[in-house]
């Protein structure tokens, strides 16, 4: 299997298909396109969530409570201000969500950072991976990797799984300590057992690539499957590619085809030719020229250069469409032009069975067409 370092989306956009059909033998492999391998990393913009904690016997936490739930932030402010003042965890960490998200007052990271220092040194685990965020953000302070490390470690260990998430992704990366691949598979193992998505997906990735452990395609398919279950497009997108290559389990073209048409439908123009080329070659399902030729449009019209060559060779050979060779010449033109070098042949090849006005028209749609979507 292709191996792409992290971070890394790999530029190969080609896609392997044999053709089951003796009538189009142009449905041909073509190369690989290596798995989706981007680690998600914590560092390059966490998102919080503004989830305010319950679970008190405090008067002023418990009306302060209601009255965010109803959406009187200003309320809530004071009433949470009164409990943080006498040291209430729970308070002063909702309080510290209210100023760091400036809800009933202006946005203030600093103040923010304070509250979530008073309630994490209490021990209140939510607080701490807030406050390890801030400091791997530099939100309120300086970015500081070491302190970042030091609050998400005491969450992990108190079981939060973002904080687990966080955790591992830091080893990974050498941020706060040296870099630590098997310390980073261990915090996603635990992160993962809680459906964290992002640490399954990243599993997956490692076990592919033997980062931490020893190359284990069923264990990366297997993490795949899990991490897609749960919404993830990318994650979708490798376990098709595995079951569509044979990868930690059986070829299964059935699977495969389910599993791009999860990620397709998601946006992935990868997913989109994939399902194009299972239609081409009948591979999954009955073969189905017409949405072969969809799904490749979907792909084309999303920027895949693969999807684009191949309506070319679709319109090229007929392919369940009446032959054209000046729509085959555009979307060669257009591949070529995003960069597909093997489709100038084609393009020098098909000019022999063009008249100068044809040309001229192929040559003019696929510029119409690279101008109405340039991005």
């Known amino acids: 299997?292709?191996?792409?370092?992290?971070?890394?989306?790999?530029?190969?956009?080609?896609?392997?298909?044999?053709?089951?059909?003796?009538?189009?033998?142009?449905?041909?492999?073509?190369?690989?396109?290596?798995?989706?391998?981007?680690?998600?990393?914590?560092?390059?913009?966490l998102v919080l969530s503004v989830s305010l904690l319950p679970v008190s016997t405090h008067a002023d936490y418990a009306a302060g409570l209601l009255a965010y739930e109803a959406g009187d932030y200003a309320t809530a402010l004071e009433e949470f201000t009164e409990d943080a003042q006498v040291g209430h965890a729970l308070a002063q960490f909702n309080l510290g969500m209210m100023y760091h998200y400036g809800q009933g007052t202006e946005r203030d990271y600093e103040r923010a950072m304070q509250l979530y220092a008073l309630s994490a040194q209490q021990g209140l685990a939510r607080a701490q991976y807030h406050l390890a965020s801030m400091y791997d953000n530099g939100e309120g302070t300086e970015q500081d990797y070491r302190e970042a490390y030091h609050w998400y470690a005491m969450a992990a260990e108190s079981g939060d799984s973002a904080a687990q998430y966080a955790l591992g992704t830091?080893?990974?990366?050498?941020?706060?300590?040296?870099?630590?691949?098997?310390?980073?598979?261990?915090?996603?193992?635990?992160?993962?057992?809680?459906?964290?998505?992002?640490?399954?997906?990243?599993?997956?990735?490692?076990?592919?690539?033997?980062?931490?452990?020893?190359?284990?395609?069923?264990?990366?398919?297997?993490?795949?499957?899990?991490?897609?279950?749960?919404?993830?497009?990318?994650?979708?997108?490798?376990a098709g590619l595995m079951y569509n290559e044979g990868h930690g389990a059986p070829q299964d073209y059935q699977r495969a085809m389910r599993y791009f048409t999860m990620a397709a439908r998601q946006g992935v123009a990868e997913a989109m030719a994939r399902v194009g080329i299972?239609?081409?070659?009948?591979?999954g399902v009955a073969q189905d020229y017409g949405q072969a030729r969809r799904w490749f449009e979907l792909g084309a019209e999303a920027g895949d250069v693969p999807s684009q060559s191949f309506l070319g060779r679709i319109y090229m050979s007929g392919m369940g469409v009446e032959q054209d060779v000046q729509t085959a010449y555009m979307w060669y033109a257009v591949a070529n032009k995003n960069g597909d070098n093997d489709a100038l042949p084609v393009m020098i090849a098909l000019k022999a069975n063009m008249t100068p006005e044809q040309l001229a028209d192929a040559e003019k749609l696929a510029a119409d067409w690279i101008q109405n979507h340039a991005r």
């Open 1 to 45: 299997m292709p191996v792409v370092l992290f971070g890394f989306q790999g530029d190969s956009r080609r896609f392997a298909a044999e053709s089951t059909s003796s009538e189009h033998k142009e449905v041909q492999e073509l190369n690989r396109v290596p798995l989706k391998q981007t680690l998600w990393n914590l560092s390059a913009g």
């Open 170 to 238: 830091m080893n990974f990366y050498g941020q706060g300590k040296r870099e630590d691949y098997a310390e980073a598979l261990h915090w996603y193992e635990l992160a993962a057992a809680q459906d964290n998505r992002d640490a399954q997906y990243n599993l997956g990735v490692m076990y592919a690539n033997g980062y931490g452990a020893d190359v284990d395609p069923a264990q990366a398919l297997r993490w795949f499957a899990a991490a897609a279950r749960l919404g993830s497009a990318d994650a979708q997108f490798n």
């Open 278 to 283: 299972l239609h081409a070659s009948g591979q």
